[in-house]
């Protein structure tokens, strides 16, 4: 650890703690004017974690506005921009770029490969990069239509570079297991890897200065990119692009000084040393039942820790901004994403406690579970928050400070909420004081200065509005998990759908009930307190036309229209963003059918070849010498369209089976189109004679 990481540490701490302790001793002055008893106590102690969580984030970002403004580098810089190291090797390793699916569309997941293929191409770097799609897609269909884009990939791009498929017929540990099982079979091949999502989007030179970087430092194990969140017409795709855009640069360049070379994964978008990750990253299963038991969900975390602990550098690269993924596009989407990870992050509270994980590793955890864990705490703070306020009747008092001065309570407690308020809306203020103080043009990107102004403030009224239904939703989540309920790790939406009057109702009736009690109970027993929970209640109690309005694509591109919540990104757009727009517009099919992707397979004789080729290549599958049963083979060959999922993926994964359906398929298929050909060039007369 560096002397200038040690400080920002010893700094960002420090101020956290005061801050702290200031509001703490504030509010327990509040609490003490109508006697102090054991519910002002449990406030106090919810104030005091709940206000370390939010001015730790805000002292972080001060620590990278300041580092960012005193060494004048206002606006986030394009990667073509960055300053390559002198001695940067030419030749560089063959790297892997792995790109797990599951259950994900395979027209855009192909388009976003395409995509970055042209780009490695343009770079003059097909001999450097190797592409391999792990998958592990358990719908049959989707598993049929992955198999025919990658072909259809093939044909378009050649053999360079090369890319790969390969899909588990077993689906273990899944994202985890998928990549252990890569290194297992492949790892020895490549010296670095490249870990992507489904989704996600990085363009040829910045996957080769991740490259260069790991080459002039030896010492360093994994190399984390910062992704933006791209794509979506939606109101709430539109502010998460904008918002991580404007507070991404002052938030990111703090927590890099602040980590240093204790750095962490987010599981994609970043390159691994593989025989560090293989020597010290390998997981084992968790003792006990899930939710907490068994498999580790979010396994980033902790591989990262297990590198950290055997001395190997983590480091975070927020200069590496032309990193890319796709967001949820709906409030339920992005509900659903949340409570995955939710369950996956409260899993590490038993790994934070185990031996040799290093301090940092530990925060890391710890600030993961806390991400979730807030909210709960919040709603408990905001109930007792009402408990102690109906006790004391809210009597408005008064105390004099040193000079004599009278200050009321509710002047303390504006002043208390004001202070938090201002920690919250503080790392926008730095995001709109970079891009404003630096280059004149970067603003017009934004739609001009008094556009980024109006958005910034449309995104924070948003903000505010959707907080308490995250809070509630993640308040779910969390007894959920700690009741034992266990959640499975399905594909993300990814579709601009939007979210329907039916599906808004049952999703947040329950959300709109505790907006109406919280507010009616504030009402009747502490007026005084109603205007304070006042955006808690109009959040909760107008749940429902909110997640409609932000997850309409038609709302979101109005905003667009308007100018607000514009990004960079969509005025000068990277062209590794507008090939895979191109690729993604077209939505073609990869052959021509009548029927399913399945139909399809067992009827076109290239299609059936190169699936029994891939799946004669997969050991798990080979030596099928025996068939499914007569009545499956039966309905298969009458329709595979009529077999559950189950049924296909028995007969899939059977090359006996294939090669008999597709000879008794095809063939009568080729007989009755001579007959169709027959009867369109003769009389009806002259066929029944």
């Known amino acids: ?108 997941v192909f388009a976003g490969i395409q995509a970055m293929i042209e780009s490695v191409a343009a770079e003059g770097l097909c001999e450097t990069f190797d592409f391999f799609v792990l998958s ?85 194990g994994l190399l984390q990119t910062p992704p933006l969140p791209l794509g979506g017409d939606s109101l709430l795709s539109r502010g998460q692009q904008f918002v991580a855009k404007l507070c991404g ?40 039942e899930r939710p907490f038991g068994g498999s580790i969900m979010s396994h980033d975390f902790v591989e990262a820790a297990l590198m950290r602990r055997a001395g190997i550098k983590v480091r975070f690269a927020p200069d590496l901004a032309e990193s890319y993924e796709q967001g949820p596009r709906t409030l339920l989407d992005y509900a659903t994403r949340d409570q995955r990870w939710c369950q996956g992050n409260l899993q590490h509270l038993r790994i934070a406690c185990g031996k040799g994980i290093p301090m940092m590793s530990r925060w ?45 309570s509710a002047t303390l407690a504006l002043a208390i909420f004001g202070t938090v308020m201002a920690m919250l809306v503080m790392p926008r203020l730095y995001g709109l004081g970079l891009i404003l103080l630096g280059d004149r043009e970067e603003s017009t990107f934004y739609g001009g200065a008094g556009r980024l102004v109006a958005s910034t403030l449309l995104e924070f009224v948003v903000s505010v509005l959707l907080a308490p239904i995250l809070l509630a ?14 959640v499975e790790w399905d594909a993300q939406n990814r579709g601009d759908t939007g979210t329907t009057w039916g599906e808004a109702y049952q999703a947040h009736f329950r959300h709109t ?45 109005f905003v667009g229209r308007l100018g607000l919540l514009l990004v960079p990104e969509e005025s000068r757009r990277p062209a590794v963003l507008r090939r895979f727009d191109e ?45 499914p049963s007569p009545k499956l083979m039966s309905r298969a060959l009458a329709s595979m369209d009529s077999l559950s999922n189950d049924e296909k993926l028995e007969v899939l994964g059977n090359p006996l089976a294939l090669r008999t359906l597709h000879r008794e398929k095809w063939i009568p298929a080729d007989l009755d189109s001579a007959m169709n050909r027959q009867q369109s060039s003769h009389p009806p007369s002259a066929i029944s004679s």
């Open 473 to 486: 939703f993640h308040t779910e989540f969390v007894q959920a998990c700690l009741r034992g309920r266990r």
């Open 583 to 627: 690729l993604s517009s077209e939505n073609d099919q990869p052959h021509a059918r009548d029927g399913s992707a399945c139909e399809h397979l067992l009827r076109d004789p290239a299609a059936n070849r190169t699936f029994l080729e891939l799946l004669e290549d997969v050991s798990e599958t080979r030596g099928f010498d025996v068939p």
């Open 249 to 288: 640069a002052a938030l990111q360049e703090g927590l890099r000084c602040f980590i240093g070379d204790d750095g962490n994964y987010w599981g994609h978008n970043a390159i691994i040393r593989t025989q560090a990750f293989t020597g010290h990253c390998g997981l084992s299963n968790l003792p006990g």
């Open 513 to 557: 009930m505790l907006g109406l009690g919280l507010g009616l109970v504030a009402w009747w027993a502490a007026p005084a307190a109603f205007v304070w929970l006042l955006p808690v209640v109009v959040g909760l109690v107008l749940s429902m036309p909110l997640s409609v309005l932000v997850s309409s694509p038609g709302i979101g591109q």
């Open 364 to 408: 890391h955890m710890i600030g993961g579970i806390m991400s979730y864990l807030a909210s709960p705490l919040w709603l408990l703070f905001i109930i007792v928050g009402l408990l102690s306020v109906t006790v004391s009747g809210g009597a408005a008092s008064v105390i004099a400070d040193g000079r004599g001065n009278a200050i009321s």
């Open 1 to 108: 650890m560096t002397s200038s990481t040690s400080l920002v540490r010893i700094g960002v701490w420090s101020l956290t703690l005061i801050t702290t302790a200031v509001g703490t001793i504030a509010l327990n002055e509040l609490a003490a004017r109508d006697g102090f008893g054991l519910i002002d106590l449990l406030s106090l102690v919810l104030f005091g974690l709940l206000t370390a969580w939010v001015s730790f984030f805000f002292w972080m970002s001060t620590v990278g506005f300041l580092r960012l403004t005193l060494g004048r580098e206002f606006a986030s810089k394009p990667v073509s921009d960055i300053r390559r190291t002198r001695d940067t090797p030419v030749d560089l390793p063959t790297t892997a770029v792995l790109v797990p699916v599951y259950n994900e569309d395979p027209a855009t």
């Open 136 to 220: 592990d897609t358990t719908d049959a269909e989707v598993w049929v239509e992955e198999v025919l884009h990658w072909n259809q990939l093939l044909d378009r791009i050649g053999d360079s570079p090369k890319v790969y498929y390969r899909r588990r017929p077993k689906n273990v540990a899944r994202k985890a297991g998928n990549i252990a099982d890569f290194c297992k079979r492949w790892g020895t091949h490549y010296p670095y890897m490249i870990v992507l999502d489904a989704d996600s989007l990085m363009p040829g030179h910045v996957l080769a200065e991740m490259v260069r970087r790991m080459e002039n430092e030896p010492d360093v």
